[in-house]
């Protein structure tokens, strides 16, 4: 399994609130770990929030006891949405103590590659996709106002890339005393490549055009480097955050 990552301001913000995290050695009982956080908030509330749900998420599972069994998919999507949760109260407790950081709050895009699965954890708008030489398929559901519009079909997908609200959450972590946090597990089978990614890059760019940079005949650290310029060609309007994983672990 081989990776390449890359977070960038854009063209348009002052800073950064994005972070990445990338491990493929064992963090606590876990084999691996990819994360994805779009920080929000005012000042540099949002990068501090980013930063500090992936610094307690990772807390957490470096506290988790040894496991007795051998973990299973089943398990590791308990531990993973666990840290999240856990993640989410003291980013909420840090906030409520300082009001500098007040309403500060994260997206939360987390999986592990365990044997031939993908098991995920997932708050906000930041996405997981699947790829293979012909196909590209989001694995997370965003947690937007317009999601939600399309799921019980008041618009249209073509009408949530424009609409005003496409870029309003409905859940974030940090945000709220409490949060929902997605748990899935999904097959490896066929797929090429798994890519994180915060809406800097998917509001840049489409579907269609992340796919095609990424199955190009380039490395890996090319194919990031790719994504994030071809976000800022198309305006750059927001940060770039991108992690890709080669399952198959092939040299490119």
Excluded at 140 to 162: C, L, P, Q, W
Aim: proline share 3%; hydrophobic share 40%; aromatic share 6%.
């Amino acid at each position: 399994m081989y990776t390449a990552s890359l977070s960038a301001t854009g063209l348009v913000r002052v800073q950064n609130e994005d972070v990445i995290f990338v491990t493929t050695d064992p963090i606590g009982p876990l084999p691996n770990l990819f994360i994805v956080a779009d920080g929000m908030g005012g000042h540099n509330a949002g990068e501090v929030a980013s930063q500090k749900s992936i610094e307690f998420a990772c807390q957490f599972l470096q506290n988790v006891p040894q496991q007795a069994h051998p973990l299973t998919p089943d398990s590791i999507c308990y531990l993973l949405v666990q840290a999240a949760i856990q993640a989410n109260n003291d980013v909420y407790n840090m906030a409520s103590a300082n009001p500098t950081l007040s309403g500060m709050g994260t997206t939360f895009s987390a999986c592990v590659v365990h044997e031939d699965m993908l098991i995920v954890a997932h708050i906000g708008d930041s996405r997981i996709y699947f790829i293979n030489g012909k196909d590209i398929s989001q694995v997370t559901t965003d947690h937007t106002y317009v999601e939600e519009m399309v799921s019980i079909g008041n618009i249209t997908r073509e009408e949530a890339k424009h609409h005003p609200k496409r870029s309003q959450i409905t859940r974030a972590l940090g945000f709220e005393s409490s949060v929902i946090a997605d748990g899935t597990t999904h097959s490896l089978k066929g797929v090429e490549f798994v890519l994180l990614c915060s809406d800097g890059l998917t509001d840049m760019l489409s579907d269609k055009e992340i796919l095609a940079l990424i199955t190009a005949n380039a490395g890996l650290q090319q194919k990031v480097q790719a994504l994030v310029d071809g976000a800022n060609n198309q305006g750059g309007k927001d940060n770039i955050s991108a992690i890709i994983i080669d399952v198959k672990g092939e040299i490119h």
